[in-house]
Structures are given as structure tokens and as C-alpha cells.
């Protein structure tokens, strides 16, 4: 195997774990943030959501985002381009069209998806992370953001949260 090939498994590792965040972030956000009904915040509704939500697919969450709330089409556009790529991934790496992993000729190729669904796992993770963030300060939370993530990404992503969830002061449906 050449250095090349073992870079490429290495990329291919950091994609997983960027998707598998971005899963996380768009999880908790769909089961706590923009619920089915509106509960109250209680231990044990928290519980009884995360409990019926825990066998849930990636697919059936975004499905949600749609139904629970009103997406820009932009947006909209970058989560079902995810969600297919990151099925390729997940799924489907070794027989797919997007590359050959085993083909040293075609290695960019290989680069060019992983770093794609790298950067739309970030996008998607931190839009999420901040409606998360909002929804904490329309709740009167007073929890610190998350000293790993810049502060910048709170700034930038609540406002972008903004524009795309919510109408005022509320989510959008």
C-alpha cells in the first residue's frame, strides 16, 4: 500500500467522524430543539423523547427537519446532498462511482469527496449547533458554549440558525 493509498484511509476516517458529529448535533437538535410536540422539560419527558427517537435514521431526522420546521431551499439542498454522500460513505465506499480507493491513478478523486463531505458536515453540524444555541437563549439557559468550538462558530452559525429556523422569535413551520 503506498503513502498515498494510506492517506486516503486516514481521510476517509476523519470523514467518518465529521459525519458521525454532525449525526450527533442533528440529533440532539431534532429530539430536544424542534420536538414532534411541544413537552415539557422535564427529566422524564427527555427521557421518554430520547428513548422513541434513539432507533432513528439519519434519513427520518432530516425528513423531520422538513416537516417540523420551514428550510430555506439552499439549506434544504445541502442536507439531501449530505445525506447522499454520506450514504455513499457509510454504505457504499468500496462499490462506488465516486472513486476506487484501490486506484492510484484517481487518488484526487478520492480527496476531492472526502473533503467535500467534510466541509458540508461542518456547515450542517454548526447550523445545527447553533439553532441549539438559540433555542437555549429563548429557554433563558445560561450554559456556556462549548469551550472546543471557537467562538466564532457560535456567532456566525447562530445568525445563520437564525435565517433559516426561525421567524421572529420562533421556529418557522
Not at 26 to 42: D, E, F, G, N
Amino acid at each position: 500500500m503506498t503513502d498515498d493509498m494510506k492517506n486516503v484511509l486516514i481521510h476517509i476516517g476523519a470523514a467518518l467522524l465529521s459525519v458521525q458529529s454532525t449525526e450527533s448535533v442533528l440529533r440532539l437538535c431534532m429530539t430536544y430543539v424542534i420536538q414532534k410536540q411541544s413537552v415539557p422539560l422535564t427529566i422524564e419527558s427527555l427521557e421518554s423523547i430520547k428513548e422513541n427517537e434513539s432507533d432513528k435514521t439519519l434519513g427520518y431526522f432530516m425528513q423531520q427537519v422538513r416537516y417540523r420546521s420551514e428550510i430555506d431551499d439552499d439549506f434544504d439542498g445541502k442536507l439531501k446532498t449530505f445525506l447522499i454522500n454520506r450514504n455513499k460513505l457509510v454504505h457504499h465506499l468500496v462499490d462506488s462511482d465516486c472513486f476506487d480507493i484501490f486506484d492510484v491513478e484517481n487518488l484526487s478523486e478520492a480527496h476531492n469527496f472526502l473533503s467535500s463531505i467534510i466541509n458540508d458536515a461542518e456547515y450542517i453540524g454548526n447550523v445545527f449547533y447553533g439553532v441549539c444555541r438559540l433555542w437555549e437563549e429563548q429557554n433563558g439557559f445560561s450554559i456556556a458554549p462549548d469551550k472546543r468550538l471557537p467562538i466564532e462558530v457560535d456567532i456566525r452559525f447562530k445568525e445563520i440558525a437564525k435565517n433559516t429556523f426561525f421567524e421572529g422569535s420562533t421556529f418557522k413551520k
